[in-house]
């Protein structure tokens, strides 16, 4: 081999070399822009007015309601409901219940009419004899100082433990009081259970949250951490059947958006279950035909929510929503690494998923505020 060819042969290695290295990337650093040239109509304000039945805020004065405002008024957002009334359940229940008089008075006396705010509960001393009468007590007199529904975070079924240590289930019966007090006040109970179902998978190529389990490894969880997928839906479930006369919203769609089908068999088994589409829009976006006919034949049971509170997120579910857009990009690629559809709903599905279901199901929302 001459001199020539040796210089060829090194030149070519490091050539090799350099172009494997720049061929070496993680799954979450790939991420091209798509070359696809299709119309666009991208959507910064709803089409009409609408409720966000699923946020949470904190800290509120008149200068956290006036940014809040300004913002809602040019997402046209009409009422935002904020399901942390008691602020996420930190002290005792004196504190709690001044917490959300409080929050109620900074709202009614600064932005009258678009906010509304849930109660929660305070699980503190849970498998006492007194609990549920406290509890009971509670519910109606945050009621009537103006809270319009009762929220239950994920925490019950997954770290809420009685006084000995136990987890306390979903369905368990000192509960069963509080969701029938619920139906007697003609509030709605929006309630979260559980986590996506693949939180319990084993995290491997198969998982489709590998990305959201390997970025949040907090999330990860196993069949006794602290129950199953399974067993703590089925306890969800029983709650619904057992109290027929109390109006449920299912946060996240249950986690069945995935499954449309099992989504459907739901709310024809609870009559008394209405969906919040908060956290699940990339499940519609990837299934627009399907998901269309969904909300079509289902269009009085569904309620619009975001979730976590950010401004610019919302275009991402007015553009799946109102448009017929094709294959554009959703906002966090940790929970959805597809693009896009638009589901094209017509004005009438529109406006009830928007405000007409949650003026249905929501005591004394100022209607003032929507068209009609």
Request: proline content about 5%; overall charge negative; charged content about 25%.
């Amino acid at each position: 081999m001459n001199i020539f060819t040796k210089l060829l042969l090194v030149s070519a290695l490091v050539l090799f070399g350099f172009t494997a290295h720049a061929q070496e990337m993680s799954f979450e650093e790939y991420n091209p822009p798509s070359t696809l040239k299709v119309p666009e109509h991208p959507v910064q304000r709803a089409k009409f007015p609408f409720v966000d039945i699923h946020s949470h805020q904190g800290g509120i004065n008149e200068e956290r309601i006036d940014q809040l405002v300004a913002e809602m008024d040019e997402l046209n957002m009409g009422v935002l409901v904020n399901l942390s009334g008691r602020g996420f359940g930190r002290g005792n229940s004196n504190s709690q219940q001044e917490y959300i008089k409080d929050m109620i008075k900074e709202f009614n006396t600064h932005a009258p009419g678009r906010f509304m705010v849930f109660t929660n509960l305070n699980f503190a001393g849970f498998g006492d004899k007194e609990w549920t009468r406290i509890a009971v007590k509670e519910l109606e007199e945050d009621v009537a100082a103006g809270a319009s529904g009762l929220k239950i975070y994920k925490s019950l079924g997954l770290n809420v433990n009685d006084v000995d240590g136990n987890r306390v289930p979903v369905n368990h019966p000192d509960l069963d009081a509080v969701w029938a007090k619920a139906g007697e006040l003609g509030i709605p109970v929006i309630i979260h259970s559980a986590d996506p179902a693949q939180f319990w998978q084993p995290m491997d190529a198969n998982n489709e949250r590998w990305l959201e389990l390997k970025t949040h490894p907090n999330r990860q969880r196993g069949a006794d951490n602290p129950a199953p997928f399974e067993q703590i839906m089925a306890e969800q479930h029983d709650v619904f059947a057992k109290h027929p006369e109390t109006t449920f919203i299912n946060a996240h769609m249950g986690w069945m958006a995935n499954d449309l089908d099992e989504a459907s068999e739901h709310l024809e088994k609870y009559p008394n279950v209405n969906f919040g589409i908060g956290a699940v829009i990339a499940e519609f976006g990837r299934q627009p035909r399907r998901a269309k006919e969904f909300f079509e034949k289902y269009q009085d049971r569904v309620l619009f929510g975001k979730d976590a509170y950010n401004k610019e997120e919302y275009y991402t579910y007015f553009r799946v929503l109102e448009t017929e857009d094709e294959y554009f990009p959703y906002y966090k690629k940790y929970h959805a690494f597809w693009a896009m559809y638009g589901l094209g709903l017509s004005d009438e599905i529109l406006k009830k998923l928007y405000y007409k279901n949650a003026l249905r199901i929501v005591p004394g929302m100022d209607k003032s505020v929507f068209p009609d």
